[in-house]
């Protein structure tokens, strides 16, 4: 059993990745677990709020239909709390990147090491790179994100003009 998870009085394996858990009421988009150890590469999605957050979950579930040893974890950071969580975050070593929200898109470019110059255009980033020396690049893809989705759904923007509203995030 792949979830390692025992009911004391039986010490039978609990899954909610069958068919059989579903019927009892499992839920239908439950993950398997994964095997998190020594290896495992770390990606994390730093803001706050992050209640309505869906990159960990999409990004896991990416990870184990890949077969990549890789688990993003949510690390809810107020303001006033992200030097000190840069500080922790860049003594990990296994910290692959770090996806950034609101309220950090402007704050996180002082603790990166590089910009990419998109970043550097716009005035924030979305996205770290940390590379296994420590060296930490930031650029964004909102804009990118916003562009590949519109196309998704047949609306092809270029030499059109868009009108974009939102408060970041």
Same mark, same amino acid.
């Given at each position: ?22 019927? %009892? ?51 809810? =950071? ?11 975050? %860049? ?6 990147? =770090?996806? !950034? ?5 402007? %704050? ?28 930490? =690049? ?23 003009? !868009? ?7």
């Amino acid at each position: 059993c792949s979830a390692r998870l025992t009911r004391p009085s039986s010490h039978r394996c609990i899954s909610w990745n069958s068919r059989a858990a579903r019927r %009892r009421g499992a839920p239908a988009d439950a993950h398997p677990v994964v095997d998190i150890k020594g290896t495992t590469l770390l990606y994390g999605l730093v803001g706050d709020p992050l209640t309505t957050a869906k990159s960990p979950e999409l990004l896991n579930r990416l990870f184990v239909e890949q077969r990549t040893d890789a688990v993003c974890i949510p690390f809810q =950071v107020e303001a006033d709390d992200l030097s000190a969580f840069v500080t922790g975050a %860049r003594a990990m070593k296994n910290l692959s990147g =770090v996806l !950034v929200t609101m309220p950090h898109k402007q %704050r996180m470019m002082a603790f990166v090491d590089d910009l990419h110059p998109t970043a550097r255009q716009v005035g924030a980033l979305n996205v770290i790179r940390c590379d296994e020396n420590g060296h930490w =690049v930031g650029a964004i893809f909102d804009g990118l994100g916003c562009v590949l989705g519109m196309q998704w759904e047949g609306n092809h923007p270029a030499n059109k003009s !868009v009108l974009l509203i939102g408060a970041g995030g």
